[in-house]
Structures are given as structure tokens and as C-alpha cells.
């Protein structure tokens, strides 16, 4: 735990008083993975079932000293992704192969697909990061994505 500094560590217990719902300083191990997610970390299930969490409530309770060190190792593991891997997955919407995609195929993609977003949040990331569309409706995905990556967006929160 001492590779947390003093502001993750008041980040984890503020997200840990969050799922604490009875107020006696514990969380079920089934909130495990929302609690390490309001913390900006995004563990798979496996990893969630690894480190202790449980898939049915009221079958393991979690103390903040518990969690600190599962927040310190998840945040170690922590992986986004680079701008090439984004790159490669945008490729496959390049339907003219020329660094574009359209426009309304990313605002699907970011609305439907995986850990979907609000209208508001897209449409505050568009804001921030989007080029003009052109005639055609598309946009080039490489500018977007490294002012994507640049981030953060308050109103996309």
C-alpha cells in the first residue's frame, strides 16, 4: 500500500463509504468491481472474482484495509489501451481506408457498444475532440482520438 499516495488513498476510502450501505465500515465483496470502477479502474470479472469479490450478495464483507491493497494492485494492472491499439479498432470502420470513419458509426460505437455513455457525455467528448465532419459525414479518427486520449472532460463525467 505504499505506492497509493495520500490522495489515491482518500479517493479509495471516499468510494469505499459510497458502498458501504449498512454504515459499519464494510462493503459486500459483490460491490467489489463498482467500487474499483468509481475509482476510474476497469477490472474484468475474472479479475473482480481473483481478488475476492463475489457474484451474490451477503457472502463476504470487505474492510477498508481489505480494499486498499485490491485498489493498489488493480491500479497497477491498469491497461487502456495505446493510441495505436485505438488506431487499429477505428480501422475497422475505415470503409474507404484514408484515416476516416463516419461520424455517426463512432457516436453508435461510444452510445452501444461496451461500457456505454450518456447522449450528454458524447456529445461533450464531440465538443472537446471532434473534428468538422465532411461532406460525406465523415471524420478522420487519429486527431480524435489523440485529443481523446489527452483528455479529461468534466462534462463527460
Known amino acids: 500500500m505504499a505506492d497509493l499516495s495520500a490522495r489515491d488513498v482518500e479517493r479509495a476510502k471516499f468510494a469505499f463509504s459510497i458502498y458501504d450501505f449498512d454504515g459499519n465500515e464494510t462493503v459486500d465483496a459483490f460491490y467489489l468491481g463498482d467500487c474499483l ?4 479502474l476497469n477490472p474484468t470479472l475474472a479479475q473482480i472474482e481473483k481478488l475476492g469479490g463475489t457474484k451474490k450478495k451477503n ?9 486498499l491493497p485490491i485498489f493498489s494492485q488493480v491500479k497497477k494492472e491498469k491497461d487502456h489501451g495505446t493510441l495505436e491499439d485505438f ?3 477505428m480501422k475497422l470502420y475505415d470503409k474507404s481506408e484514408n484515416g476516416t470513419m463516419m461520424l455517426a458509426e463512432l457516436n453508435h460505437i461510444l452510445l452501444a457498444l461496451g461500457e456505454k455513455l450518456e447522449d450528454s457525455q458524447v456529445d461533450s467528448i464531440f465538443k472537446e475532440c471532434m473534428d468538422p465532419e465532411d461532406d460525406e459525414g465523415n471524420i478522420p479518427y487519429t486527431p480524435f ?7 479529461p472532460y468534466p462534462d463527460a463525467q
Open 59 to 67: 457472502e463476504k464483507k470487505l474492510k477498508v484495509e481489505e480494499f
Open 87 to 89: 488506431i487499429e479498432c
Open 37 to 40: 470502477r468509481a475509482l476510474n
Open 145 to 151: 482520438l489523440k485529443r481523446l486520449l489527452a483528455g
